[in-house]
């Protein structure tokens, strides 16, 4: 089976490269290079014992995309990550976001509806419920107006995709929505490689803790929450992947009751900002200097899943603890900044 990994080399891409190929399956990586490293394809064959074919592509260029499917025409799946996830950046740029999240998707499904046989995982964001009403989220929650570029982008995806798949019943899709991934491969050979300054949590973290920034600044303890800070479902980023094998499998077994769904990706459990950084010291015994600041805009108070339709309909949950995601990030951070 021949699965095609756009954005392979980025932080959750290349994660799920590497559990597709212990899985037997083969992978193609498309990936521009924009926000990721070429040595990441070493390090995939290092974990895996399997260099991934790599193609250098962009898929803003409609030409290049229509190029590629022509040259692999037995591909049994497509899972696409290939996009821009910085939320500041894209409300400074809405327009490189549309350009970047939404032309490179119509160009990919446009050459996925020409075919006989179709399967596509779109990487979605439980940013979509915005500050939902009801913990934890199921899917049923509303899709609430986007605070974001970004967010209006994974909202605009799913309707794409759902749109498509209605007029094309050869075409079978999954959108996942993720929590907020964390963690690296506990090999330390892969993991989150942020450029400039992190704007996640936990990157923030791994860099304050080796000293590459002085302080984490905490974005709140007045929240209604019980220490005070906001609070996320962080899920460790090999659960995360593992959850595209199975969904890429469901689809390719015809298993759906609908050629188009979507899931929650979670662990079903809310972690305090505060509570995260306490993890931290525990597991790794460092210390972590912070203090709290304002609020940051367009955060939400809670988002934790309920992830009751992802273990019912795809059998999968997740595995590894906070603990696992902040011992396996800082392992891979001590060697990044060493
Ligand atoms: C953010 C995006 C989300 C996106 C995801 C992708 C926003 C509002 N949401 O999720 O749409 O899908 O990134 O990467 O930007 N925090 C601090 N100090 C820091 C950094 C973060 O206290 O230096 C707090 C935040 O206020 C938040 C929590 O940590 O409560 C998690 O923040 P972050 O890692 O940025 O993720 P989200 O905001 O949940």
Redesign the pocket.
């Known amino acids: 089976m021949k699965i095609v990994v756009t954005g392979g080399l980025g932080f959750i891409g290349s994660h799920v490269v590497v559990e597709l190929q212990q899985k037997g399956f083969e992978v193609v990586i498309i990936d521009n290079l924009s926000n990721a490293d070429k040595n990441v394809l070493n390090g995939i064959a290092e974990i895996t014992g399997i260099t991934p074919v790599f193609e250098e592509l962009d898929l803003r260029d409609k030409d290049s995309v229509v190029d590629f499917f022509s040259r692999y025409t037995k591909i049994d799946g497509v899972i696409h990550f290939a996009a821009s ?1 910085a ?1 500041g950046e894209s409300v400074e740029n809405p327009l490189l976001y549309y350009e970047n999240n939404l032309n490179t998707l119509v160009y990919v499904l446009q050459e996925m509806q020409k075919k006989e046989n179709a399967n596509f995982i779109f990487s979605s ?3 979509v419920y915005g500050q939902a009403d009801i913990m934890p989220i199921t899917e049923n929650a509303p899709v609430k107006p986007a ?2 570029p ?2 209006n982008t994974k909202q605009i995806g799913e309707e794409i995709i759902k749109d498509v798949c209605n007029v094309t019943p050869s075409l079978k899709a999954i959108a996942l929505r ?1 929590f ?1 991934p964390i963690g690296a491969h506990k090999s330390a050979i892969i993991g989150e490689l942020p450029i400039g300054t992190p ?4 990157p ?1 973290i791994m860099q304050t803790a080796t000293g590459q920034r002085e302080q ?5 303890d007045d929240y209604p929450t019980p220490d005070g ?2 609070i ?1 479902d962080y899920i460790h980023v090999v659960d995360l992947a593992k959850a595209h094998v199975v969904a890429l499998e469901k689809l390719l077994k015809n298993d759906m009751q609908s050629n188009f769904d979507f899931f929650n990706i979670g662990t079903g459990k809310g972690s305090s ?1 505060i509570k995260v950084v306490n993890t931290f010291k525990k597991v790794t015994g460092t210390n972590l200097n912070y203090k709290i600041v304002a609020r ?1 805009k ?3 108070v809670e ?1 934790y899943a309920n992830t009751t339709k992802a273990k019912s309909i795809l059998g999968w949950q997740t595995e590894l603890t906070l603990e696992d995601a902040l011992a396996d990030a800082w392992r891979w951070e001590q060697k990044i900044s060493s």
Do not use: H, I
Request: aromatic share 14%; hydrophobic share 35%.
């Open positions: 996830k939320v964001s439980c940013t605070e974001s970004y967010g993720y907020n704007q996640n949590l936990v923030y984490l600044s905490v974005f709140g800070t906001a996320r900002v940051r367009g955060d939400v988002a």
